[in-house]
Structures are given as structure tokens and as C-alpha cells.
T-cell receptor, first 114, second 113 residues
Framework: DTAVSQTPKYLVTQMGNDKSIKCEQN?????MYWYKQDSKKFLKIMFS???????INETVPNRFSPKSPDKAHLNLHINSLELGDSAVYFC?????????????FGSGTRLTVV | KQEVTQIPAALSVPEGENLVLNCSFT??????LQWFRQDPGKGLTSLLL?????REQTSGRLNASLDKSSGRSTLYIAASQPGDSATYLC????????????FGKGMKLTVNP
């Protein structure tokens, strides 16, 4: 009965490969996000989608492309992976304006590029 | 640009102490403030959410306060336990334009038995 679920949990891949991370939420939230947690544990927003529409695109390389087929799903595709892409990627969701419940996060995908 | 600061970056205390974790933010135009807990190798667990119109929220041994005008929040943990050991993250939900959650760098808490 997970609220925000991400797959896979772990991903180890070689430089230059293309990989995808999937996220689904069953909370009925309108907005979904991708956050990156770097090696120093700092969490920073990458993208947000509201009802399948891209709202936020922070300074992220073009190799990262989010896709939202419907408001319950937000996937992240990464092309030509680099060593510096190694991080933990978190998906999150919220009702607009953070509502009274705030943000709910998935358990993260630990990406290791070798 | 909103910046969130948590000081100190780490804290080690003996079991039973009452703790105050500090968070400050530069732009008072926020919707809400949310405190999270992150255990090593795990995701984020929401602890408390304070709406901008509220002054505090309580859940069990946790109490969070918000002073929006001064850009400060504190998380109070009563009678700390070893199980409270984790990284505590403060985040604000920004107003204006595209809403997003902006995080501090977290405070790693170790409660020693």
C-alpha cells in the first residue's frame, strides 16, 4: 500500500549507458517531483510536473528527460550516463501548495555509474 | 533565492536529553515548512508540517515551531532515545511562481545509550 513507489531501488550501470527510473503515486496528488541527493546528502529539486505538465526544470543537463504519462506517474530517463550522475534520486508528490499534508517521498533509487 | 540553513551539521548527545534543532530560511514568503527524518540508506519520513499561518505543531515527543517573520523554525525532541539517531532535514515550500520544496543540508543526530 505504498504511497510513492520507485523502481528500481538500486541501479548499477556503466558510463555511456541509458537508463530509466520509474515512479508512481497512489495519493491522488496533482504534482510530482524528482529530487537528487548528492554524495554530501544535499537534496535538490530537478523537475516537477503538475497534471502531466512540466512546471519546474532546474539547471539539469539535457541528458535528463522526465516524462509524465499521467498525473500518477513520473519517470526519469537518463542518456549517456556519467560518473557524476551517481547519486540517490527521489521521487515525491504533493497536492498544490503543499496542502496540509506536505510532500510525500519515495524510498529513493541509488544510481551508481561505474 | 530561498536558502535554508541548519546548524550544527552534526550533534551527538547522551540518551534522555531534550534537544533543539534549528533551521533558518532567507525568504519568509513560504507556504509551509516541513521537517523530515532520514535514516542511513533510506528515504525521507515526514515528521511534522507547519503551515505558514501556524506557530507550532506537535506529534508525540516532537514539537516544531515556526516564526515566519524572522525566518526560523525549531524542532524540539523531548527525552531523546537511541532510536532518534538519524539525519533531520528542514525544508520550506516556496511561494510565488513554481512551488517547490527547498531543503537545508540536514543535521545528523546521534543519541548514545
Amino acid at each position: 500500500d505504498t504511497a510513492v513507489s520507485q523502481t528500481p531501488k538500486y541501479l548499477v550501470t556503466q558510463m555511456g549507458n541509458d537508463k530509466s527510473i520509474k515512479c508512481e503515486q497512489n495519493l491522488g496528488h496533482d504534482t510530482m517531483y524528482w529530487y537528487k541527493q548528492d554524495s554530501k546528502k544535499f537534496l535538490k529539486i530537478m523537475f516537477s510536473y503538475n497534471n502531466k505538465e512540466l512546471i519546474i526544470n532546474e539547471t539539469v543537463p539535457n541528458r535528463f528527460s522526465p516524462k509524465s504519462p499521467d498525473k500518477a506517474h513520473l519517470n526519469l530517463h537518463i542518456n549517456s550516463l556519467e560518473l557524476g550522475d551517481s547519486a540517490v534520486y527521489f521521487c515525491a508528490s504533493s497536492q498544490n501548495r503543499g496542502s496540509t499534508r506536505g510532500y510525500t517521498f519515495g524510498s529513493g533509487t541509488r544510481l551508481t555509474v561505474v | 533565492k530561498q536558502e535554508v540553513t541548519q546548524i550544527p551539521a552534526a550533534l551527538s548527545v547522551p540518551e534522555g536529553e531534550n534537544l533543539v534543532l534549528n533551521c533558518s530560511f532567507t525568504d519568509s514568503a513560504i507556504y509551509n515548512l516541513q521537517w523530515f527524518r532520514q535514516d542511513p540508506g533510506k528515504g525521507l519520513t515526514s515528521l511534522l508540517l507547519i503551515q505558514s499561518s501556524q506557530r507550532e505543531q506537535t506529534s508525540g515527543r516532537l514539537n516544531a515551531s515556526l516564526d515566519k517573520s524572522s525566518g526560523r523554525s525549531t524542532l524540539y525532541i523531548a527525552a531523546s532515545q537511541p532510536g532518534d539517531s538519524a539525519t533531520y532535514l528542514c525544508a520550506v515550500i516556496t511561494q510565488g511562481g513554481s512551488e517547490k520544496l527547498v531543503f537545508g543540508k540536514g543535521m545528523k543526530l546521534t543519541v548514545n545509550p
